[in-house]
């Protein structure tokens, strides 16, 4: 680590803890050299395997711009977008791996934003799984009814008088 004072190529770690979240490490440091402190944040990267093979950064940003177009016009609020693309994040970080696949992130995506949203999990489904016909969204439809009814829960009214 340099010294961002007089870029001295080494510096001694005073202190470190963990952020509130857990997610990322501060540690206070002193330059050997000039004797400045400065503090660090470290996180542990994450890196996403597109389709094409290119490896990318993990984006909290790409996954939230992405459920926000599926809630277009839902009942949603922007804190519980938040609570979404952190559970995803979460999720893909247990995994463990440094990289992992993009299907994986649209696979972690699914889950929550079906128990956020059901109208908003069939927008983000049609265009993740490429739904090309409405015997798809049916298929999907029927998936989601039949957990309702395993959950007891009543369905929805349809507007039909």
């Known amino acids: 680590m340099h010294c961002p004072f007089c870029r001295f190529t080494d510096s001694r770690v005073i202190d470190s803890r963990t952020t509130d979240d857990g997610t990322q490490i501060r540690r206070r440091r002193q330059c050997p050299e000039c004797g400045r402190r400065f503090t660090t944040i470290e996180t542990a990267s994450l890196s996403v395997l597109k389709r094409s093979g290119v490896s990318e950064p993990f984006s909290r940003t790409k996954i939230l711009l992405g ?27 247990a995994t463990g791996n440094a990289e992992v696949d993009a299907h994986e992130v649209g696979m ?16 983000f489904a049609s265009v993740y799984q490429g739904f090309e016909s409405l015997e798809d969204f049916e298929s999907a439809i029927a998936v989601l009814r039949a957990e309702r009814a395993a959950d007891g829960v009543e369905p929805a009214p349809t507007g039909a008088p």
């Open 67 to 93: 459920v926000r177009k599926a809630c277009q016009g839902r009942p949603v609020t922007e804190d519980q977008l938040a609570v979404l693309v952190q559970r995803v994040e979460e999720s893909i970080r």
């Open 108 to 123: 972690a995506i699914l889950g929550p934003l079906r128990e956020l949203d059901e109208v908003a999990y069939l927008r």
